[in-house]
């Protein structure tokens, strides 16, 4: 049913990884922010690039949430 059935290998396109914002923010160090990625033998480049789209995604979603605190909640003036 669904997906899974759809394509024979069940987790084919799937990625499941957990991440460190605050490690690996010199250049060199990238690897470090990586705390588990599945499936583990994909290469680094595609974990890493994994990894920046959802720093962006979390970065933008913070950013957009923010602004629409502030449209709705504006600060006034003292």
Do not use: H
Not at 17 to 32: A, H, N, T
Not at 39 to 66: K, M, W
Request: aromatic share 12%; net charge negative.
């Amino acid at each position: 049913m669904g997906m899974a059935s759809a394509n024979s290998g069940g987790s084919e396109g799937m990625e499941l990884c957990i991440f460190d914002l605050r490690r690996g923010q010199q250049e060199g160090q990238e690897l470090d922010k990586i705390l588990f990625f599945f499936p583990a033998d994909l290469p680094f480049s595609t974990q890493l690039s994994v990894i920046g789209l959802s720093e962006g995604l979390i970065t933008f979603t913070r950013f957009g949430f923010l602004l629409i605190n502030y449209a709705l909640f504006p600060l006034e003036a003292d």
